[in-house]
């Protein structure tokens, strides 16, 4: 199985100001179609998760344009450019390179 | 606005069968991909595997033929049955929808959708 690495675990944050979020995985996630298969999600306190980045830098329909998503092989990064109150949650990346596909432990995202 | 609700006992008895249904409204089931995923303290999110739009099929190698996903196009609802269950399978299990994108001309289907989940406790 990809096992999937983020750092940190948690991450107090100051509205306004930038975030940024690390994944890897143990195994390149670049598709032979020449995009790479990561997802990040975030589930906030009592919802479930929802869909942010698609394809590693694809923002999902309805998705702020200040979260994007970049990387590539093996290492991605979610940044968010000026955190809002309402970002707080756990975010967590996934691999759909190959079955089974898996997930990320999750960082925590707090207001400091 | 597309919603899932996954409904089934929360309490199952070591060694018994876990039985859960999600039903979907704001979109048919005959249209896109389906999963279960689940969340313990011990292991994070695992995806279970998915059941498609015709009821074919995909597990996670890990339930090790544990695991059993079905359409019931009827009722707009799909199934998850595991068998044999632990303590180690106590968890929130959620459905999903996958939504298809494209890279290219090909297409890519992450979950966008998620139900609220239901907590299931494994224990006599």
């Known amino acids: 199985d990809i096992v999937m690495t983020q750092s940190p675990l948690s991450l107090p944050v100051t509205p306004g100001e930038p975030a940024s979020i690390s994944c890897r995985s143990s195994q390149s996630l670049l598709h032979t179609s020449g995009c790479h298969y990561l997802n990040w999600y975030l589930q906030k306190p009592g919802q479930s998760p929802q869909l942010l980045i698609y394809l590693a830098s694809n923002r999902a329909p309805g998705v702020p344009d200040r979260f994007s998503g970049s990387g590539s092989g093996t290492d991605f990064t979610l940044k968010i450019s000026r955190v809002e109150a309402e970002d707080v949650g756990v975010y967590y990346c996934m691999q759909a390179q190959q079955t089974p596909w898996t997930f990320g432990q999750g960082t925590k995202v707090e207001i400091k | 606005q597309v919603q899932l609700q996954e409904s089934g006992p929360g309490l199952v008895k070591p060694s018994e069968t876990l039985s859960l249904t999600c039903t979907v409204s704001?979109?048919?089931?005959?249209?896109?991909?389906w999963s279960w995923i689940r969340k313990s303290p011990g292991k994070g999110l695992e995806w279970l595997g998915h059941?498609?739009?015709?009821?074919?099929?995909s597990y996670n190698p890990s339930f090790k033929g544990r695991v059993t996903m079905a359409l019931d196009t009827s009722k707009n609802q799909f199934s998850l049955k595991l068998t044999s269950v632990t303590a180690a399978d106590t968890a929130i299990y959620h459905c999903?929808?996958?939504?298809?994108?494209?890279?290219?001309?090909?297409?890519?289907?992450?979950?966008?959708?998620w139900g609220q989940g239901t907590l299931v406790t494994v224990s006599s």
């Open positions: 704001g979109d048919s089931i005959t249209t896109s991909y």
């Open positions: 999903a929808r996958h939504v298809r994108f494209y890279c290219g001309s090909v297409g890519y289907y992450p979950l966008d959708y």
């Open positions: 059941v498609s739009y015709s009821g074919g099929t």
